[in-house]
């Protein structure tokens, strides 16, 4: 399976951008997509997360209430609809899927995912 992300970009604070990660490949193997961000001299966070057939939606405190996850199974193509941004959302943000037998590791965890992209710079200046 490859990830193709896309969509970031510099923003003003309380500005929005929709990020997007098209899926290729073996694609009937995922269950879940999930949204990732790594800012500067901090770990790897999770952000959101959706299952491709029941459309479960989960997301950290952090951007509930901001930022929406949806996902187009035709297309085979997860979003991010980015709102209120504020510097602290500032980060390189990462598309990442895997299996349902990873999903059981919990969504939150980078070891429920086995496919990453290659991520895409979302920059907030203040």
């Known amino acids: 399976v490859q990830l193709q992300a896309s969509g970031g970009g510099l923003v003003q604070t309380g500005g929005s951008l929709r990020l997007s990660c098209v899926a290729s490949?073996?694609?009937?193997?995922?269950?879940?997509m999930g949204w990732f961000r790594q800012a500067p001299r901090k770990e790897r966070e999770f952000v959101a997360a959706?299952?491709?057939?029941?459309?479960?939606?989960y997301y950290a405190d952090s951007v509930k209430g901001r930022f929406t996850i949806s996902r187009d199974n035709a297309k085979n193509t997860v979003y991010l609809q980015m709102n209120s941004l504020n510097p602290e959302d500032t980060a390189v943000y990462y598309c990442?899927?895997?299996?349902?037998?990873?999903?059981?590791?919990?969504?939150?965890?980078?070891?429920?995912?086995?496919?990453w992209g290659q991520g895409t710079q979302v920059t907030v200046s203040s």
């Open positions: 990442a899927t895997g299996s349902l037998a990873r999903y059981n590791n919990g969504y939150k965890n980078a070891e429920a995912y086995d496919y």
């Open positions: 490949g073996r694609t009937g193997s995922t269950y879940h």
């Open positions: 959706v299952t491709w057939r029941g459309g479960s939606t």
